[in-house]
T-cell receptor
């Protein structure tokens, strides 16, 4: 069966520091991968999605970036965090035409 | 683009009663409608989904209905239990190449009172 992992589970970072969140999927090949952000327990906002290695589409302009160095690995990064980057970050995966499945999430607090 | 509206934003029911959450969508090309349950501090979990060629789908105590003409779909939970308490999200999707792009509703906080 398929499994999605995210780490870390929680993170507290100062303003201006860099960020790296990692997501890996097991049990499937060539998945579509997604990064969502959720603020205040509601409102799932799509940040990035990827249909293959090195292929990244950005949905909203921001100081975040994403990379997909391997088929089942998706990384969310920032060079300098802002207070507004605080939130719950969710990685998700799907295969073409099928349902979307979310990971457990990373709670990021920027202080 | 697609716009999904979800109502109500909060819903309280007595244990054993039914709960109904409604969503409307704007783009008639949407063809896939999932529902997610999110417990506190966890990622959303897919609980049921329906495609546009089906009007209703059931899975034990939960069911989803779709009215394509009116562009709305609903989640029905019968015989609610305290563990049903969570935030529920609806979504609508238009296939975009090989990547499914979901537009989510704003969520409904369901509380089941014992």
């Amino acid at each position: 069966s398929q499994t999605i992992h995210q780490w870390p589970a929680t993170l507290v970072q100062p303003v201006g520091s860099p960020l790296s969140l990692e997501c890996t999927v097991e049990g499937t090949s060539n998945p579509n991968l997604y990064w969502y952000r959720q603020a205040a327990g509601r409102g799932l906002q799509l940040l990035f999605y990827s249909v293959g290695i090195g292929q990244i589409s950005s949905e909203v302009p921001q100081n975040l970036s994403a990379s997909r160095p391997q088929d089942r690995q998706f990384i969310l990064s920032s060079k300098k965090l802002l207070l507004s980057d605080s939130g719950f970050y969710l990685c998700a995966w799907s295969v073409s035409g099928q349902a979307l499945y979310f990971g457990p999430g990373t709670r990021l607090t920027v202080t | 683009g697609e716009n999904v509206e979800q109502h109500p934003s909060t819903l309280s029911v007595q244990e054993g009663d039914s709960a109904v959450i409604k969503c409307t969508y704007s783009d008639s090309a949407s063809n896939y409608f999932p529902w997610y349950k999110q417990e506190l501090g966890k990622g959303p979990q897919l609980i049921i989904d329906i495609r546009s060629n089906v009007g209703e789908k059931k899975d034990q105590r939960i069911a989803v209905t779709l009215n394509k003409t009116a562009k709305h779909f609903s989640l029905h939970i019968t015989e609610t239990q305290p563990e049903d308490s969570a935030v529920y999200f609806c979504a609508a999707s238009i296939s975009s190449g090989s990547a499914r792009q979901l537009t989510f509703g704003s969520g409904t906080q369901l509380t089941v009172l014992p």
